[in-house]
């Protein structure tokens, strides 16, 4: 066990990846001599050398279309997008392809890859390197959407998903890259894709969220018990796609009150989707409206204003209080 | 210094070998046996006939729309003819030649068009991409191909196509780019048939060819004469033994012309002119290479007609075979995802039990087709 | 007062637009000489010429980047893309610039584009050509997105989105260009971008579309009311950004149940939306859940197989019932 | 006929005119007045002591992470100096030099790296474009510009500016095929600074110059030196006026280096031998400009000393306008769209009331900042 932060547990899975799976291939802008502009991909070509670890031109429709060639001939891709802001360049390249080649061919062929993307604010960060924009990822079919929120399912999560068959879209919430050290096995640990986390018992409100936004979320239970003796369940939700209902009905159903957190805009946002499936599955135990913390439908002001338009702890404790309150 | 012209190291040429009369440059002309030039005579002759038999299918409404290759059989065939098995084809949407050629079942491509997802199914063993629709895409998959064939350490390339229209995608240029930078064994072939839907290539494109934007990714180009299969087999020959030899990328311009409609669903007389077409039907591919064959003895009237007969029978058998497969419409949850999601379970029970609703699996009442204008 | 079918409506409004507005200018992929694929721009070019009606390469970021520069300097661009499939090319043009220009710049530079898109399915097209994504725009900041369903609504919001002074996703459902004709006025008529219609008044349950799926809804609505005596109210979204509130409360908190249809996937669909609103506004209004009935979280199958997998008259009713039934 | 090459009718040349020494090239030598000579040297220690302060301010805390434009004074101000003020300068990020020339306040440049919109927001008549992001992308909307000046009938013209990296996406492609196409008033120079962040030019593509890549286009390209202004000064005027007269556009490579970090995020010891920099260090485009105007009599020591001191004044003074500026928190609700949507209105009141909530408007206890390899 070594107490790693999040970058630490992600280049650790990358290096496990292309130590054990000699088609495994890294691609992305400065991930090379650079290492990363994050430094995720650290010792990593010095490990494995400039085929493995490749230093792509400024071309994002080319990451991705050339990963999907790779793929064809029996690679295992790992597409690193500089900023999930510069990610937009290859959507056609995904929807068009990556998410459809399965299907097309009948299984004949298959786009094993993995995108990594760092997404959300809060890093004072100039413009478009601050999106949240999950969403139209999730909302595609053919692609799975995984989410980590600290440096331990990081690790196992990226781990599983590049073991997937399918794609994934891995989204990095840059902010916790460096925010907090977690113990990390030695051995190489897996977590299956599509289960969430209760990471937090409670009886009294279920509060939803996953990514950056579960550190505000950790924080405003822990103040939530202590100051106003509100016991809070916490789901942290680790992949979009699939999206773990089972998990999130029992817990409403528990507790018959809800909220949900994210960075992402509010206009369907994944909240969205959370809220209607409890309506689908779980109407009836509901005691109160569910609430949604969220970004704003704004594009997320430039770094000296961002700060208040992100989902933290004083929005979550209100949005609680109000459910409680109902 | 101050002033200077800068030396491009690259070459811009331009290649024909059989011309239009069917008489061929014997210093240029390539080695071909008697059964290789009998295999392509046949590979053009059912490509021609089958684009003729598709076009009567959709009339009849028993295909979708159809984008034929009249006219455009020697540019896709001359480079899947001049690659091995073991090579890579990956096809725009107007390849039927090579793709015949390459081995996919022409039931395969029928039900293609007849909108069915086993017609984009290459058999197990085939180095083949289906047909791709969105333009110019194919080339960054087609240099992904090729970058996997590199790692693998042999000499195997990858032959990618693309339309003149694909041409001002940021696809072609980004896929061109990288192939270059990364020295992989890819031809893109642009099947240059001087439209994209209705914008003439020169609208297309200040350039004077599209050969030339080989310099921007400092490749070789060449432009051939699309419609001379000699022509075409020639200059994949050449390139994909510079790219079997590390040589890199070579972006071929295979000058043709698209002498029929884009589309069924589309009406060229409303943005082209007969006369434009007029000087190009004697440069039909066929024509000149039967002329070539039979004055060389290769095929006689009598060979020919007999070819044609077998041909038509193939094709007969093709759609027969076309027309009797059902879609099975549960697959398309079995392959989302290797394996189902829950909410893929979940709807697939839906969707079961909709079907079983009321018996046969067909809508009621939603929206009508009408799909006169698509193309 | 002519009967139009919606083809000819858009016809119209374009016709109108290009009149009024001399800086309006088309352009797109064949929507000069070839009057569209669809023909929707038919007559255009002839009687506006080429420096209004632009036939543009097959470069679909272009035709949206250039646009951009066309707003700065004053124009007024309307865009089409030959099918929403391939509207994906531009999707970095449109989150980077499109919808930031105006927030980044305080109102400097504004982007009063239209990008016309025609999505959906049932008009057995190639791949790529039926798909249904307005979640992706819908979901960005700083974009309307405007679903006509009809051609007299369909002319009159493409009056008015050409008059927004932001940019406007048109998003046209070409399964309904031919289905149908409609009198549409001959003087201008303009609809206010955000409002909903409530377009058939019931009182047993709201079901609520946009698009498309308005025809198999409103059929279904005939259907419950002679055979099954179910007085459905319909409600006809007309945009997904703004949304409107409002007309979905009023109908919901009279009826108490309610099904909403989209052919958009459903997984953070808008449909996701429509239901969290409600949850949010008018939950204690509700008398059962609330069903979606929407395109399944697959790729459209290619044409031979797509129908079953679309919302139909026979999926809306048996939905309405499951909410009446509960 | 049958294997030719094919002629460019395109010319590709090189220019530099003012050589490292300060020797100038009199044949080429542009006609500048003195006071011309003036404004540019003024405008480029403007720029660099800009330059240099911003690394300070931001080495302490004061700005967020910067992106220095060090050594490229001249190839973002000599096209800003050779176009006018009813011309459009469309800028990339590597382009203050220029945006100073062009009238943007310092303090707004300096509030856009302190993270405030006000930074993008050019004065109410400038024909300016604020900084852009995303790679290749301002060249689209650069091109889109020019198609509106051309619109407008005049003989205006648009310079856009990208880096070297930015020639290998598909959006540098899109708009330079389209404004040739078009034949649009566009002067496209790309910053050729050697550096992608970490990729070096000769990993970006196999093109042996920047400026071939015009053959594509079936443009006129040009190679400059980027850090002689005489040539940038030069190469512009000759493109502006081709645009002018409806020549279309011109693609300039202006050879330049990245002296410093690529912002002050990045680590270039990662990557780049510090011997690689050394030979660039005499070629700065201060220096020799410098010797050329000392040499010609237009500024002594004593005069520049004194431009030194007036420029670090503005620039003091620039700081202190930017730190006392304030945003408003409330404003981003404004401008979203012209006007608000019903849910922003809701949303609106919702932050009105959270930014009550405690006095003070901030948020407490979100993520705290992280950003040490943010570039
Ligand atoms: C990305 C994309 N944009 C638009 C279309 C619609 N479309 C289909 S074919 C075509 C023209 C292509 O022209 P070209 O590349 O010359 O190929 P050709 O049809 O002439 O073979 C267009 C615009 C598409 N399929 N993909
Ligand atoms: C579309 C896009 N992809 C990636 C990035 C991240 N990024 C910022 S600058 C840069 C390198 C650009 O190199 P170049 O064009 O040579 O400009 P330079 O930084 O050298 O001035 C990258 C990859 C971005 N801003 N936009
Ligand atoms: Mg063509
Ligand atoms: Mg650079």
Redesign the pocket.
Known sequence: MAMLNMAKALNLALREALAENDKAIILGQDVGYDEGVFRITEGLLKQFGEERVVDFPVAESAIIGLAIGLCVTGYTPICEMQFSGFGYHGFHQIESHATRLRNRTRGRFTCPMVIRMPYGGGIRAIEHHSESRETIWAHLPGMKVVIPSGPRNARALLRASIQDPDPVMFYEPKASYRAFREEVPDEPETMEIGKAQVVREGNDVTIISYGASMRPVLEAAEELEEDHGIDAELIDLLSLVPLDRDTINASVRKTGRCVVVHEAPKHIGPAAEVVAGIVEDSLLYLEAPIERVTGYDLVLPFFNSELPFMPDVRKVISATQKVLSF | MPRKKITLENTIDSLSILDEKGKVDKKLEPKLSKDDLLKLFRAMTLARRYDERMLKLQRQGRIGTYGPALGQEAASLGPAFAIDESDWYVPSF?EPAGMLYRGWPMARLMLWWGGNEIGATPLPKMNDMPIS???A?QIQYGAGIAWGLKLDGGDRVAVAF?????TS?GDFHEGLNCAAAFGLPLVVVI?N?H???SLPRHKQSASKTLAQKAIAYGIDGIQTDGNDILAMVEATREAVAKARKGGGPTLIEAVTY?MGV?TTADDPTKYRKDEEVEPWKPKDPLVRFWKYISDKGVLDEAGREQMEKEVTAQISEAVEASESYEPNLMEPFDHCFAERTPALEQQRAQFEAYLNGNGNGKASGSAPVSHSAV?
Do not use: L
Request: glycine share 16%; proline share 5%; no cysteine.
């Open positions: 107007r629709v969105p333009v895409s693309v339309g003149d229209g694909g995608e099947q048939n439209w994209a839907i698209r884009h193309h």
